[in-house]
């Protein structure tokens, strides 16, 4: 989620409350055919106060960098649909972050869905872990947090990853970023999935993003 530009914090945060309020609202609202403008309004006012995820990568931008502009260009090469020249399709991709091009680290999971983008963690791994967990700590990857929340997240399955890791001896994961052999049932698998769950919300979370629940 985007983090508050400085100064806008008390907004961000206001606006963030407002919208998940009317997150619970809006199935009942669209029985009654009432329109969404409200919710729309908000989000403009939420983006225009606040700082991309993006930008905290540094992730470079098409037309802006040269390594996201060839990164562009070779993609378009493999595309099987040419119907767009090679200009038009530089200038509709023009300003785009290329995620992929950011250096790896604890920001950038390896716990993804295919069809998001690769800085952004799939809760649904942690499902492998529910009877470590709890019930309640999976509920809560399900359920938008401000950072103050992400961070507090993240040193609570920390805490659950380390006593784990230590019962079934694979504390040596904790530092290991590639995932070991998948076995969603082996202890190795279940403390690297809460491991990197709980760095990246602590990376993330620092740096004052928090993040948004999506099914």
Not at 147 to 168: E, T, V, W
Request: with cysteine.
């Amino acid at each position: 989620m985007n983090r508050p530009k400085p100064g806008r914090e008390k907004e961000y945060e206001d606006i963030f409350m407002a919208l998940q309020k009317k997150e619970e609202t809006s199935f009942f609202s669209k029985l009654l055919g009432k329109k969404q403008n409200g919710r729309q309004k908000l989000l403009e006012s939420f983006f225009d106060i606040s700082i991309p995820a993006y930008e905290t990568l540094n992730a470079p931008r098409v037309g802006f960098d040269n390594n996201a502009t060839e990164w562009v260009k070779e993609k378009y090469e493999f595309r099987e649909d040419k119907a767009l020249s090679l200009e038009e399709f530089l200038r509709q991709m023009y300003g785009y972050y290329v995620v992929e091009l950011v250096p790896e680290h604890d920001g950038i999971p390896l716990y993804i869905a295919p069809h998001y983008e690769p800085h952004i963690f799939r809760a649904q791994f942690l499902k492998d872990c529910e009877q470590i967990i709890g019930e309640r700590m999976l509920e809560t990857a399900y359920t938008s947090q401000l950072a103050q929340g992400a961070i507090l997240f993240g040193q609570q399955i920390m805490g659950i990853a380390d006593d784990y890791a230590i019962k079934n001896n694979v504390t040596y994961l904790k530092d290991q970023r590639l995932p070991p052999a998948f076995d969603e049932d082996s202890a190795e698998s279940k403390a690297h999935i809460m491991f990197s769950a709980a760095k990246w919300l602590l990376w993330w979370g620092g740096r004052g993003h928090g993040y948004e629940a999506d099914f």
